[in-house]
DNA sequence: CTGAAAGCGCTTACAG
DNA sequence: CTGAAAGCGCTTACAG
């Protein structure tokens, strides 16, 4: 009785079969019997036995793995992306390989070098930012024939992307204020300068715009150097800077929910209520934002559908081949409608 | 002039030399001159090429990959645990390979058939309650001599585990809240039935017990039925709970930083100040806690201790052999104080 | 210090 | 439907 199973050899001994047999049953190819399919599948329950994957990644060329490379752990849209992205690489048959790479920063790049190394048949990348180092990983995957894709990269990408719609997201936002009756439009630590706050002022801009106003009398926004990430507190002391104004905005947008709930807290400790004397309105869908009093009106970032995309290019990819160029595709964000608007007073 | 090249083979070929002098080199074993070493590394930089991990795992049997098992990323404390434990398994030339087991209950257990396959050396279960399912992993490694480690798991462990002392760190606070003068205890949102909070519970009894009081008259444990994970909104629930009580406690031990941030705006929009009315102190130390205005005492994870202590115990595993049997490790967690606690009025 | 053999655990392609 | 050869890309152990 053999208490131990390492190899298709041995199983193959075990069970009086030939090796290849045993081969071709673990892998479902047909001219087999289903008896010794059956028989070899039992064996490998009892025995708790898996081929290796090196000795078929060697020999069959194809390893099944596919790197995920993402850029650091730091917010919970992130979070969510990595189980998405995990759920959907499994269910089509590989194995995702997972990356940090802000870490590597200090221990130079073997992220790339374990995907190679490791023979992954694609790679994505998560929120990475445009950098020197991302365009030589970049290269070095091409010359590999490993291709890649990017799920919301962080600048600008020519194809193989999928992009969060942050224009249409804040367009929609202000239209939906605007209908409500607002005029005066409060931004709330959104950098027009950033890859991420550049569109979100944009998207503000073109619905006024479309709506026959002059952004430049519509809206004002607030910011100041803080400490990184905006939160609460940030938020706290824009509600102070935005008492202070001449005249104030009746409708707030902020740059993430959390700055929305500070800001939300400073003005109630003021005071004001929401949404009688502001309205407001946040961004990400962060758990936080349905838990205040009022719940915050947000923006969700369908990560569930952007996550889908990115995987279906990168699988389109990896079976089509590496020179293949898809197009870049947006992803509109949903409106998420709370508490916290109304029309102005 | 070749463009790529894909393996050692096509580097000797390149380069002169025989295939064994270029895996000697790229390994750094010594028998090699420095001047082929230093050809042999300038020419993988050149093209980028890594070995491939499948012949080598297959021929050398150190794969060097390490199973990293979670149950999901839903804490902000798990993420971090990834952080650190990216880090120290990289740091120490091994490659982690994550899993996520809670998606994987939906998809048949193949968490582990992929450590096995991937011929992992070692795995670190984090987070992993006790169940059928797990104990079946466990007996599974065993029978192919892959040891295992446990970084706070859910359950009792007899070996080659790391514990946080949750009862160490309720007695801490509880001793700092007595010195402080406080007499009556609140605890909000801790279940004692549950694996977390008994511990939590038992420390807070034990240094009552170690004051010379009756914990039984010197404190009320409020919980309730609610939506899990519990956040702001309950928080601000028991505050109002709390207030209606005959006998009000003045010091606060909520089960996290989300409660204790609920129940102290929940406290304030009723009137009362904190820390002059009521002293509040959270557990875990999440951004929020630093962030809420007065900022709030609470209790850090120590994740790095944590995490290190846990390495530790596997990399020991790995290079003794499977049999070895590690005592369990406690870690006391740190007590962040902060503005939210005072002497009772 | 370098070369040539053997073999890790598989799958592919061919033969029966 | 099953068997035996060859070979994937490496490293180990041996020979010089």
Redesign the pocket.
Known sequence: MKKSI???????RHL????????????G?????????EQVRAAMEQFG????A?????????TGAIGVCFRALDTPVTIEKIAHVQRLVSARGYRPLFELTELDQQRGGDVINHFI?M?VEGVLFVDTPPSARSAEWQKRLRRHDIPAAHLEPLGPVPCNAVHLDRTAAMADVTRHLLALGHEYFGLLGIDEKSPLGQPRVAGVRAALTAAGRDPRECFVNLDFPHPRPAGLRYGHELAERLLALPRRPTALLAVNDEVAAGLMWGLQKAGHAVPRDFSIFGFDNFVLSEQTTPALCTVDHQVETVAAAAAEILFQLVERGPAARLPVVRIAPRIVLRESIGAPR
């Open positions: 390492h190899s298709t050899a041995e199983l193959a009086g079969l030939s090796r290849w047999s045993v081969s071709r049953a673990i892998n190819q047909n001219g087999v019997s289903a008896a010794t399919t036995f898996m081929p290796s090196h000795g078929r990644g060697l020999r069959g060329h194809r190394s023979r």
